[in-house]
Every structure is written in C-alpha cells, then in structure tokens.
C-alpha cells in the first residue's frame, strides 16, 4: 500500500518471490496525468464496474521488483485476454513486452508497463459480465502472476 506495508494478494494484485504485480481497468480519460506524478503522490484511478457501450477502457498492467542482471537491466512480459461472457475471447495478445531496459528507480517501486491495452464496447459486443486475464511474468526471474479483473457492459 502507499505506507509500503504488505497487503493480502486478491484476483487482481498478487506476489511471489519478491515480484509483485497488479491490475486496474479505468476509465479515467486523465489515467495517464493521474500516473504522471511525484514519487511521493499516489495516483487514484477510477475502476472499470458497468460500462456503457461506446466508452473506453483502459487496462493499467503495474509490476515492481523485477530481477535485474548484472547490466542492470529487467524484462517484464504479459499475456492479456478479453473474455466474453459466454467464454470466448474477443482480444488476445501473448507475450506483449511490459518492460525492457534500466529501471528509472528503485525496483520496488511500482511500475507502470509500457503497454497498455484499451477496450470499447462495440454495438455488436454482448451484454454482461466481461473477464480481463493478464499474465504478468518476470522474465528474469521465472516468476508468472496470473491475474483477473472483470466489468459489466451495457447498451447505451
């Protein structure tokens, strides 16, 4: 949490071996000025419950503490999927690059991946309870965070 304590893993924040990572759906259209801040501000997002047709989401993927080599360097990858209520998946992309390089901080420090993913409800998209599965893994380090978020789309 923003006091640095430890806080209990759920379908959409998780740790193992010292990598943690996390998830938030928003549909904050400011996310990205919200993110852009002092170290020392926490940032409050807004999340994704029902969602109207025709307005965007965007799904925010934060990691901290990846494993770094000898050169310094991380490399944090995901896998993400929209599922459908019915099951199947309307968006899938594996091995999506979430960061690669030299951290600018410390590593546990939360981080924001350099990928993010954005949905829109289409006329066509059914109605009901949408699933969003990412899989958050640190390369270096062989750990994989599988994580889950869900929201409801509506007509308009």
Request: aromatic share 8%; hydrophobic share 35%.
């Amino acid at each position: 949490n923003d006091k640095g304590a430890l806080v209990p893993d759920s379908e959409s924040r998780k740790a193992a071996n010292g990598f943690a990572g996390s998830i938030i759906l928003t549909p904050d259209e400011d996310w990205r000025k919200k993110w852009d801040t002092p170290a020392d501000v926490t940032p409050k997002f807004s999340e994704a419950g029902t969602v109207k047709r025709g307005k965007k989401l965007s799904l925010l993927i934060f990691f901290a503490n990846p494993k770094l080599d000898a050169a310094g360097t991380g490399h944090v990858s995901c896998d993400v999927a929209f599922i459908k209520p019915d099951g199947s998946t309307s968006f899938e992309q594996k091995g999506m690059t979430c960061f690669n390089g030299r951290l600018d901080g410390k590593t546990h420090h939360v981080y924001l991946s350099t990928s993010v993913v954005e949905f829109v409800g289409d006329p066509g998209d059914p109605e009901g309870t949408w699933r969003v599965a990412v899989k958050v893994r640190d390369m270096k380090r062989g750990t994989e965070l599988s994580l889950l978020t869900a929201f409801t789309l509506r007509g308009k």
